[in-house]
Antibody
């Protein structure tokens, strides 16, 4: 069974940093592109970042470029999202998702507030 | 970026009646490999999204056959042939052809 378990969310002040993790199991992690998708409270879905199978190619949505960094450790079956210079508008549930099949984790809530 | 426009925003439906959601893209979703990467997701209240349909009209495993997808180019539709209580929630189209991947704004299906 495919499992994606996000962690690392929490309350952070504007300008602060957080690192999200997504532990994957039940499939060959190194074979899949992975994504981070966020959902602000009561709002729709936004894909903020993607990474290819070996981590050599990444992509970012414009509002997070230069502030967020996606990475992966295929030996640990784990996806990461380093979030710096956080803003109030980054407040959202962050989901990791497996490409191709689009399985999703349960999400982790990031709240940016003073 | 490709803009995905869904309608309606809200869809009150009587149990057992059909429902239809429209999704239009600002540019063609036909990929250079010939595929059209248009997905539909369901998000029940308090849950993570779940994919229902991929590449326009292919149902994911375990998805009831009352769900169907159709369309081409820039114009797509999700249909529920007979709405059941478990279908309540938000539905999103998503294009996977162009980066960044983009979602429609969502359609909330509720029971009248």
């Amino acid at each position: 069974e495919v499992q994606l378990v996000e962690s690392g969310g929490g309350l952070v002040q504007p300008g602060g940093s957080l690192r999200l993790s997504c532990a994957a199991s039940g499939f060959t992690f190194r074979s899949y592109w992975m994504y981070w998708v966020r959902q602000a409270p009561g709002k729709g879905l936004v894909c903020v970042s993607r990474i290819n199978t070996d981590g050599s190619s990444t992509g970012y949505e414009d509002s997070v470029k230069g502030r967020f960094t996606i990475s992966r450790d295929n030996a640990k079956n784990t996806l990461y999202l380093q979030m710096n210079s956080l803003r109030a508008e980054d407040t959202a549930v962050y989901y990791c998702a497996r490409g191709l099949n689009w399985d999703w984790g349960q999400g982790t809530l990031v709240t940016v507030s003073s | 970026d490709v803009v995905m426009t869904q309608s309606p925003l809200s869809l009150p439906v009587t149990l057992g009646q059909p429902a239809s959601i429209s999704c239009r893209s600002s540019q063609s979703l036909v990929h250079s490999d010939g595929n059209t990467y248009l997905n539909w997701f369901q998000q029940r209240p308090g849950q993570s999204p779940r994919r229902l349909i991929y590449k326009v009209s292919n149902r994911d495993s375990g998805v009831p056959d009352r769900f169907s997808g159709s369309g081409s180019g820039t114009d797509f539709t999700l249909k529920i042939s007979r709405v059941e209580a478990e279908d309540v929630g938000a539905y999103y189209c998503m294009q996977g052809t162009h980066w960044p991947l983009t979602f429609g704004g969502g359609t909330k299906v509720e029971i009248k």
